[in-house]
């Protein structure tokens, strides 16, 4: 077979089949879903297309909408693809690998902490348009919700004795959120008319909301004086908020807010019953409406 003509988005689409860890084909799903968009919808798109030239064009496009962290993760994903086909199946020739002059940067993890004040401002900004008024309300739910992820918040179908309880998608460790009166009221005002939320009906997948929600979530943010603004920072916000005075609370509380890792032995030595989380997040939430607030 001639390897200069392994048609690339095919081929991308087989290896993931072949995926078994969820997080990782959710990961290389998004990274294929992101290269069809850019090509356009039907179009093929070869392996030898795939040149320096056209990495740093794709780079500049992904980073328009999506974090700079979520673009090298692409990148990288690509780059896996072509290393399969080019030295473990051997379709594609070495003359065809395009990240020899390519570098991928390494992105360090960035704090994304907005202090409450800003968050306030977030909340209490007026949308100019009904987009910007849909991002707002789902920037604060994520707040509201302990920060929950974009695509957690697409998968939410019921609430469950005031409580929503679901498998995250990143680690798919079971958690169980207490919906307070913040996020209620965010919930019932989005509410779909088939589907739970309206942003299920609006986006075919969190994938696609979650490019909508940031480009919209930029004209709010520049007038709150954080013109790049994503999702990300409400999730780090909320952690900030819950380890800085007046709070304080410990990493193992925030880690456990949060829904980091996945369950280790340990864990079975102890009965969580949530209360610790909602309370923090309960603390957390009354800082919104404290104005006088110190920040650090």
Not at 110 to 129: F, Q, Y
Not at 223 to 242: C, D, F, N, T
Request: with cysteine; hydrophobic share 35%.
């Amino acid at each position: 077979q001639n390897g200069e003509r392994v048609d690339f988005l095919q081929y991308f689409s087989d290896y993931i089949s072949f995926l078994s860890n969820p997080h990782t084909q959710h990961t290389y799903t998004a990274a294929l879903k992101a290269v069809k968009r850019y090509v356009g919808d039907g179009n093929k798109l070869y392996f030898d297309e795939i040149t320096t030239a056209w990495l740093s064009r794709f780079k500049r496009w992904r980073q328009s909408e999506v974090a700079q962290s979520t673009t090298s993760l692409t990148l990288s994903v690509i780059k896996i693809v072509f290393n399969q086909a080019i030295d473990v199946d051997e379709l594609v020739p070495q003359n065809c690998y395009p990240f020899r002059k390519f570098k991928i940067e390494k992105i360090q993890a960035r704090n994304l902490r907005l202090p409450i004040a800003t968050i306030r401002a977030i909340r209490d900004v007026v949308p100019e348009n009904e987009l910007e008024a849909l991002a707002q309300d789902f920037f604060m739910l994520s707040f509201y919700l302990i920060g929950m992820n974009n695509s957690d918040i697409y998968d939410i179908s019921s609430i469950i004795e005031g409580r929503i309880e679901y498998n995250r998608n990143k680690t798919s460790k079971p958690y169980s959120i207490k919906v307070e009166p913040e996020a209620k009221a965010i919930l019932e005002r989005r509410k779909g008319r088939e589907k739970f939320l309206i942003y299920q009906e609006r986006y075919k997948g969190s994938e696609t909301l979650q490019q909508a929600i940031n480009r919209a979530l930029k004209p709010i943010g520049a007038k709150v004086g954080v013109p790049e603004l994503i999702m990300y920072h409400a999730r780090h916000s909320w952690a900030g908020s819950a380890a800085k005075k007046p709070i304080g609370a410990g990493k193992p509380l925030i880690a456990q807010a949060l829904g980091h890792g996945t369950s280790t032995v340990t864990d079975t030595y102890f009965d969580y019953d949530n209360e610790l989380v909602d309370d923090l997040n309960r603390k957390v939430l009354d800082l919104l409406n404290k104005k006088e607030t110190v920040e650090a």
